[in-house]
C-alpha cells in the first residue's frame, strides 16, 4: 500500500518562496502519477499540478501557471512542487496525491486520486 508524507510547509513572506515534498513508502512511485491539492480554510479543495509517472509531462492549474513548478525524483521516491512568488492568497493546507494513470484531463479529479497525504500547512503572511 502506497503511503504519502508531504513536508516542507510553513510560515512565509510575501513574495518568498517555499518547496513541499511529497515522500513515498510501501510502493516504488514511478508505478504513479502524482498530483498536488490545497485547501484553504471555509473552501474546497483545488487541483493545483500533476505530473506523469516518468516526469516528462506536466499540467499546471491557471491559478498557479508560472509560479509553481512540479518535478519527481523517482530515484528517490519523492515528488515536489516549488512554490514561488507565494501570496496571502496561497495561505492553506497542500496535498500531495497519487494515481496508478495518469491522464492530464483528469489532473484536477479529486475522486480519480488513489492515495493522499496528511497534507503539510503553508501560511503566507507579513
Known amino acids: 500500500q502506497l503511503q504519502l508524507v508531504e513536508s516542507g510547509g510553513g510560515l512565509v513572506q510575501p513574495g518568498g518562496s517555499l518547496t513541499l515534498a511529497c515522500a513515498a513508502s510501501?510502493?516504488?512511485?514511478?508505478?504513479?502519477?502524482i498530483g498536488w491539492f490545497r485547501q484553504a480554510p471555509a473552501k474546497g479543495r483545488e487541483g493545483l499540478a500533476c505530473?506523469?509517472?516518468?516526469?516528462?509531462?506536466?499540467h499546471y492549474a491557471d491559478s498557479i501557471k508560472g509560479r509553481f513548478t512540479i518535478s519527481r525524483d523517482n530515484a528517490k521516491n519523492t515528488g515536489y512542487l516549488q512554490m514561488n512568488s507565494l501570496e496571502p492568497e496561497d495561505t492553506a493546507v497542500y496535498y500531495c496525491?497519487?494515481?496508478?494513470?495518469?491522464?492530464?484531463?483528469?489532473?484536477?479529479?479529486?475522486?480519480?486520486?488513489?492515495?493522499w497525504g496528511q497534507g503539510t500547512q503553508v501560511t503566507v503572511s507579513s
Open positions: 496525491a497519487a494515481r496508478r494513470r495518469f491522464d492530464p484531463s483528469m489532473c484536477s479529479s479529486i475522486g480519480s486520486y488513489e492515495h
Open positions: 510501501g510502493n516504488t512511485l514511478d508505478s504513479y502519477a
Open positions: 505530473i506523469s509517472r516518468s516526469g516528462e509531462i506536466t
